[in-house]
């Protein structure tokens, strides 16, 4: 009897969600839009015209501006993922190559010093594939220590350049801060990524790779795929990506910091794991990534208007990325 | 009460909502009588095996046990009733010792020890690992626990699936024991040289009902397929005159003292296009060793191999797989993605080159994987996740993929092991239409009367060495298991 057969109404439903897993999400992140319209009416939805009606699409070309560095890396968490793996080194790559661009800009110039900080992503990148792919380190500690040593080097690294000051490459902060009609210029950067992400996952021989290295490496090894070539591959591009979201980030925040991007490597996590990307590999989707930092943006502003102490913002942020995940693992039987 | 049977399932039904998996299944065993329960793949067995040890509850119908009407509805009721499950994956919890796992059960120790030396274990420690015993060792103490259990009737799923000859012969020497003494026993199981030597009477199952009991007499292996199937298949020999022109000029592969170590000693054999050569070994004679080597997952520690007359080394299964190898291992959990699509799975090799890792061709993969999935029959109603497959099938899928890539050399292990007979006859024609259309297949299987319908001519190795090559014709089973047993060596060196 093939499995299909025993199942409940229930299992089936859930298996629907689960092969359509942007269903509940999309309806999960309108939901929150609708408690966050009922908390400060006309927030998103202006019944007055005029002044509120730029309120709203000031709201939303906001979460949207925000929400793309967050997708960005969390494409990274997604692809890494895929193959049962995580890269935590990109928010210290992101920190890295911004800062690196910064200081850079005004003594080699912008085409160069952005070239020199997408290299610096890629070096690490391809150091974690050297360690995953073929030392067989477990990602999660080779990320988090070429993460620690990235940090390190950037400390060094900012004694010498001290004096020489920064810059934010104008090209940068129009992207990162500009506007074209109403929504966010990074858009311009993000929708033909998220377009090259999606048909990479889906239409192309690496990204199938990705699937079978997550879902069984034996069969992928006995079908003649070299996993260490993938892995190299896979985690050299995700310091490219987390390289070239530091840029972005750079010109949205435009503050170069020894921290900067940091603070996105865990909500990048989320991101993918609310979106529907099992941990342990074989099962993610990018869209459901961009709905996750769509989601998660939106709760960070709910929490926001609750004016809470940070404190209790940030327990309570942790507090509903938990619920909704294991509430989402439930729905859809992924885990 | 002696007239009444120990176990007596009837009118049994189930449905899994419009499915009908079970519509009207009976099975009677009686005090010292071991009953076959037979049904090709999707017949209901495991529903009705389900059924009857309490993992699931039936529609409709009733299950006595002595007479008791036997409200089993879970394993542990259904174990307190007297009956006892051993099924073909062991039970036993991979990280605690023999002791630890005995405690879990609730088995005494000293039969359970009694057991274990009757089926042939020597030197087990109850502080062994399981994690570090054998999976034919494992299947054993699995036996032995059921049977120090003194249940009143055990139910065996396949569990001789894979054991080396040698155990199989000890399982069926003790289980027929054990039955005389009155105990009642249901085998579930494909082996029909297993069943006519163990069992009483066979029962089949098709399509959800019970539709023959027979008793077990010479010919009631053409008679049980019949009822499986409603037809039979006879595969003759292919003529002596095409084999010799097939057998001429260069072969495929060429495989000299080759060795592996410790277990593959000197291996051997020419295997020629067109040609299908068995391998026949008791488990753990180095064959496993031999596929390892020749799919590039193992390097091998002397001998040669040639492809056309070329020397090779394969150093990863690519390197195979670009020499025209295509590896079929045993265990279909190692060869599949699960999870993923039965087109995903078959078209896996594919992309897994480095300069086909672009924009895959989606018009070339869907015909390919159309023209495999056709030309296997696959049933493809669960296709969006191979795990959703049945076992056959799945092994189709494995199969399947490299008839997508094209085949050249294909290395068969144990492909027919645990699926159904319906399957099963698929899978030879299909192997010997393989090589009349030019494939060279190296076919190993646990099951010997399999050789002479699948194959041409097979090696036989004992020991980790080649020990007899044996003409399909001559390949009876009594000679096969003579010579797997290393015997027609012995009498050579007298």
Known sequence: MSMADTDTPLVRFGRVLRDNPMIPLIAFLLLLIAVLEVMRPGIVMPFRIGRDGLISSFWLGNLIKFAIPLAMLAACQVLTMLTAGIDLSVGVVATVSAFVCATLSSIWGVPQAVMMALACGLVVGLVNGFGVGIVRVHPLIMTLGTGLIATGCLQVYQRYVINAGSEIPAFLEWLGTGRTMGMPNGLFLFLPFAAFILWLMRYTGFGRNLFALGSNETAAKLSGVKSWQVLMALYALSGLIAALTGLLYLGMIRAPSLSLANPLLLPSVAAAVIGGTSIFGGRGSFAGAIVGALILRVLDTMLTLLQMPEGARTALFGLIILAVTALYVRITGTR | ?494
């Not at chain 2, 042939?120 to 626990?145: F, S």
């Not at chain 2, 010479?218 to 022109?245: C, H, K, S, W």
């Not at chain 2, 079929?328 to 995903?344: D, F, I, T, Y």
Request: charged share 25%; hydrophobic share 45%; proline share 5%.
């Open chain 2, 1 to 494: 009460m002696t007239d009444t049977p120990l176990l007596d399932a009837s009118g049994v039904a189930k449905s899994f909502g419009a499915v009908k998996a079970l519509t009207d299944a009976r099975l009677t065993v009686a005090r010292g009588e071991v009953v076959a329960l037979m049904g090709a793949n999707g017949a209901g067995k495991s529903t009705f095996v389900k059924i009857l040890t309490g993992a699931l509850r039936p529609d409709r119908g009733r299950v006595l046990i002595r007479g008791q009407e036997a409200r089993v509805g879970s394993p542990r009721g259904a174990r307190r009733s007297g009956l006892v499950p051993v099924y073909q994956e062991p039970s036993l919890i991979p990280d605690l010792d023999v002791m630890d796992n005995l405690r879990l059960g609730d088995t005494p120790v000293d039969p359970f020890r009694h057991w274990v030396e009757a089926l042939g274990i020597k030197g087990l420690r109850l502080t062994d690992l399981i994690g570090d015993l054998p999976l034919a060792t494992l299947r054993i103490l699995d036996l032995a626990r059921a049977l120090a259990a003194e249940p009143d009737v055990l139910l065996l799923d396949e569990m001789t699936a894979a054991l080396p000859t040698d155990l199989v012969e000890r399982v069926l020497e003790t289980v027929r024991a054990k039955a005389d003494a009155g105990l009642g026993v249901i085998y579930v199981s494909h082996r029909f040289t297993e069943i006519s030597r163990l069992c009483d009477r066979a029962t089949v199952l098709r399509d959800g009902r019970t539709v023959g009991e027979l008793p077990i007499e010479p010919g009631v292996e053409d008679r049980a397929v019949e009822l499986m199937l409603g037809e039979t298949i006879d595969l003759g020999q292919r003529d002596a005159a095409t084999l010799q022109a097939v057998r001429r000029g260069t072969p495929r592969l060429a495989v000299r003292g080759l060795a592996a170590a410790p277990k593959l000693q000197d291996v051997s054999f020419d295997l020629h296009a067109g040609e299908v050569l068995g391998v026949v070994a008791l488990e753990g004679q180095g064959q496993d060793e031999l596929f390892d080597v020749l799919a590039g997952f193992r390097k091998p520690t002397g001998g040669t191999v040639s492809v056309d007359g070329q020397a090779a080394s394969f150093a990863h299964p690519a390197d195979a797989i670009a020499a025209g190898l295509s590896y079929v291992p045993g265990n279909r959990a190692e060869a599949l993605l699960a999870q993923r699509s039965v087109r995903e799975n078959i078209a896996l090799p594919f992309s897994a080159r480095m300069r086909d890792w672009g924009p895959l061709r989606l018009r070339h993969e869907r015909a390919r994987v159309a023209h495999a999935i056709e030309k296997l029959q696959i049933d493809t109603r669960a296709q969006g996740e191979v795990q959703r497959l049945s076992g056959g099938n799945q092994q189709k899928v494995t199969i399947g993929r490299w008839l997508a890539t094209g085949v050249e050399t294909l290395l068969l292990f144990d492909p027919t092991r645990g699926i159904d007979v319906r399957t099963k006859r698929q899978i030879y024609p299909l192997v010997r239409e393989l090589a009349e259309q030019g494939a060279a297949v190296l076919f190993y299987t646990s099951e010997l009367a399999e050789v002479p319908l699948a194959c041409d001519r097979a090696v036989v190795i004992f020991g980790g060495r080649v020990v007899d090559v044996i003409e399909a014709g001559a390949a009876d089973e009594a000679t096969l298991m003579r010579a797997a047993y290393g015997l027609t060596a012995q009498e050579g060196a007298a």
